[in-house]
T-cell receptor
Framework: AQTVTQSQPEMSVQEAETVTLSCTYDTSENNYYLFWYKQPPSRQMILVIRQEAYKQQNATENRFSVNFQKAAKSFSLKISDSQLGDTAMYFCAFMLNNNDMRFGAGTRLTVKP | NAGVTQTPKFQVLKTGQSMTLQCAQDMNHNSMYWYRQDPGMGLRLIYYSASEGTTDKGEVPNGYNVSRLNKREFSLRLESAAPSQTSVYFC??????????????????FGEGSRLTVL
């Protein structure tokens, strides 16, 4: 069974600074997908970024980027120029093709003014 | 564009009562999911349906039943609610994304969640 581990239950960062959230996963498969989801206090799950395992290039979406290390089974999220609106729970998720998605326990990020 | 809609948003039950959470998506997605979210545990998969007419168990299926009524709708039923089922429930659907000439697995789109309290 696939597992996803987020080792940082809580983190904080000053506004405009950079923060990195960690995620590791365990699988014996070669083809899979990785995601970061954001959950603000509204409870809505919002996709931040996705990465296909067959792609060597790290995904980037504006201020959000990932460091995907396939051999190490690591998938960290970097948030640059942090904004107050980035305050949320962040979940790392793993999915095999045509299969269910497994989530980590989440990291609560607080951006301080 | 409504996306994924789930009802009710809030529900309080007594132990032993039954209820059904409804979920509908308007994105023509084949796959639909039910998750529960508990503090410190992330989201855990209860059941999923890869396509109309099929359902499969996830990590925590005990105490739940599901019905894939048609392509749009996927309901979750608690036959005899227990306090351990107090949680926030999320429905989600998944489609595919076209990348050039191939289709990749798409991400999950979530409903707004339903908070269920069992007394």
């Amino acid at each position: 069974a696939q597992t996803v581990t987020q080792s940082q239950p809580e983190m904080s960062v000053q506004e405009a600074e950079t923060v990195t959230l960690s995620c590791t996963y365990d699988t014996s498969e070669n083809n899979y997908y990785l995601f970061w989801y954001k959950q603000p206090p509204s409870r809505q799950m919002i996709l931040v970024i996705r990465q296909e395992a067959y792609k060597q290039q790290n995904a980037t979406e504006n201020r959000f980027s990932v460091n995907f290390q396939k051999a190490a089974k690591s998938f960290s999220l970097k948030i640059s120029d942090s904004q107050l609106g980035d305050t949320a729970m962040y979940f790392c998720a793993f999915m095999l093709n045509n299969n269910d998605m497994r989530f980590g326990a989440g990291t609560r990020l607080t951006v301080k003014p | 564009n409504a996306g994924v809609t789930q009802t009710p948003k809030f529900q309080v039950l007594k132990t032993g009562q039954s209820m059904t959470l409804q979920c509908a998506q308007d994105m023509n997605h084949n796959s639909m999911y039910w998750y529960r979210q508990d503090p410190g545990m992330g989201l855990r998969l209860i059941y999923y349906s890869a396509s109309e007419g099929t359902t499969d168990k996830g990590e925590v299926p005990n105490g739940y039943n599901v019905s894939r009524l048609n392509k749009r709708e996927f309901s979750l039923r608690l036959e005899s609610a227990a306090p351990s089922q107090t949680s926030v429930y999320f429905c989600a659907s998944r489609g595919r994304v076209r990348v050039g000439s191939i289709y990749n697995t798409g991400e999950l789109f979530f409903g707004e969640g339903s908070r269920l309290t069992v007394l």
